[in-house]
């Protein structure tokens, strides 16, 4: 009888964790920006971040019919496709599928994380990216237009990028971002750098790395962040600094510490209005 229940109490905690790592979330939000053209009133972004080589079915199946269910008119890939821990370029299949299959639902915008930072082939691997059809904005802006009217996306590689010389991420960020640039939308991998996104006059920023502090307890939240400790306050949800709008996501894989706890593998689509009053408006 009792080898019964532990077997029983066994296979309902395996279950769990294979639900907690494995299950698709999908978190909606809403904005509206003063500085958004009009022609832009309902432009539908998907955000991914945080894979680190997590595969959801075969060549990404389950993720990408997810994805494509949501009608995107852009994708936003926020860092850490691969885990450096555990990739090489002959390894990096699931981040490379994923790709394959986002650039037919929607144009795929990118930013490289922390792990793509430390990763010796990161190069080879961008190239890669490029050559599937991947827009890299690595320390770069665009311009979408449509009807006569634009907005700027810009991306910013993360601090690890620039971590013999700290300063220049904050010089690159206010260059890449030009005064009175109109509806500009950031991506970037790190959330804790709001309050230089908001300086800089980013109207929304896209950012993941948090994992949603990995564990998270229902009366406490998120419960730890590398680079925030513990009760982060910057791990998932909008958060707003100044005019400044920031998403960040809960991520899709695990890196070092395999497991979910309450905090299921997300995914964010953002719908942008057009408001004639307030901006950034949740």
């Not at 981040?95 to 650039?103: F, H, K, P, R």
């Not at 929304?204 to 307890?217: D, F, K, T, Y």
């Not at 920031?246 to 942008?272: A, D, H």
Request: proline residues 6%; charged residues 20%.
């Amino acid at each position: 009888m009792k080898k019964a229940v532990l077997g029983i109490v066994a296979a309902a905690a395996a279950l769990t964790s294979y639900d907690q790592n494995n299950r698709l979330t999908v978190s909606e939000y809403e904005f509206s920006f003063s500085t958004l053209p009009e022609s832009f009133d309902g432009l539908r972004i998907v955000q991914l971040s945080d894979l680190h080589n997590k595969r959801f079915g075969k060549k990404q199946a389950r993720l990408l019919e997810r994805v494509a269910a949501l009608a995107p008119d852009m994708i936003a890939v926020t860092g850490d496709l691969i885990d450096r821990r555990r990739t090489t370029l002959q390894t990096a299949l699931p981040a490379q599928e994923l790709c394959i299959g986002a650039v037919w639902l929607a144009p795929v915008f990118y930013v490289p994380g922390n792990h793509e930072a430390k990763f010796q082939e990161y190069p080879a691997f961008r190239e890669q990216l490029m050559q599937l059809g991947v827009q890299v904005l690595e320390n770069r802006t665009m311009h979408l237009s449509k009807r006569g009217a634009s907005i700027t996306i810009a991306g910013i590689a993360d601090p690890d990028f620039f971590r013999t010389q700290k300063t220049h991420f904050r010089t690159q960020l206010f260059g890449m971002i030009p005064v009175n640039a109109g509806f500009t939308m950031l991506l970037s991998h790190r959330p804790e750098k709001l309050n230089d996104y908001g300086a800089a006059g980013a109207d929304l920023v896209l950012a993941g790395h948090a994992h949603g502090g990995q564990i998270r307890l229902p009366a406490a939240g998120p419960v730890w962040v590398p680079s925030q400790g513990l009760f982060p306050p910057l791990a998932q949800g909008a958060r707003r600094f100044g005019k400044t709008t920031m998403v960040i996501s809960r991520g899709l894989g695990n890196s070092l510490f395999p497991q979910r706890v309450f905090n299921c593998p997300e995914i964010v689509c953002v719908t942008l209005r057009r408001n004639r009053k307030e901006t950034g408006d949740f």
